[in-house]
């Protein structure tokens, strides 16, 4: 009858021990700190994208409320553009998903280490069992889903920081630019109020509606270009984030189980 050699008593605590060390140094990894900058790269752009639609938002908002009373002898009124209020609501529900997104990869930047050391836990647990009991089932499945944590998650979105700049970077370069275009000037647009007397006051607050007016017509005779370029901006946060690591995932961890059910047969 077949016995295991010796080498696996002295191989396996000595395997076992280096887990142990990355798991306890996990900061010093460089597969989790590649994943965890992919991860703080797609919270940057979601943030800045988030910003964006939030000012475009308030832009809007304010628009749809302006209402100006004037009074030299008459008096005169804007009404609120209600025009514009799907448009401000599609906005506010693509920066609610855009939140979430950037919620999501926020937590992925910090959570890459300690998961992979959790991983690597395993697999030190795991050998030593499997050094214990002779083919041990519980030992090898701790091992390989161990490694599976420790190597599989960052080498995945590490792998999507690489590939996601060249899939990706056109698409978004483009509608970033095509959104800047449409909503320039909406940051300058909000209203300063200043007790400069009745006639300046008049004056100003005449030029403030007629801004606001302009922007708004604008935003509005373009509003359908604006909509789906920030709809392909989320497309590719989701692809980066989401779609491709889960592709990469999900293809390691089908060879993961293959080789599980291999060595466990």
Known sequence: MHKPGRHRYFLA???AALCFALAFFYPLNPLSKGAEDYAS?????????YVSLRTLNAFLSTAQEAEVGLSVGASASVQPLKTLEPIDDTIERIAGVVFAMMMVSGVLSVAMGPVGAIGFAMSGFGLLAMMLVTRMRVGRKLLLYGAF????????????GALADVMTERTWTENQRIVSEIIDGVDAAQPETEDEGWLSGWFEQGDAIAKYSSMASRIASEADVLIQSYIELLAVLLFNLI???????????????????????
Not at 41 to 49: D, F, G, H, Q, Y
Not at 149 to 160: E, K, T
């Open 13 to 15: 605590p000595v395997a």
């Open 41 to 49: 790269r797609v919270a940057a752009a979601s943030a800045v994208t």
């Open 149 to 160: 944590f420790a190597l599989a998650l960052p080498v995945s979105y590490w792998l999507s």
């Open 243 to 265: 779609l491709l690591p889960m592709i990469l995932i999900g293809g390691v961890f089908v060879l993961f189980r293959w080789v599980a059910n291999d060595a466990l047969a």
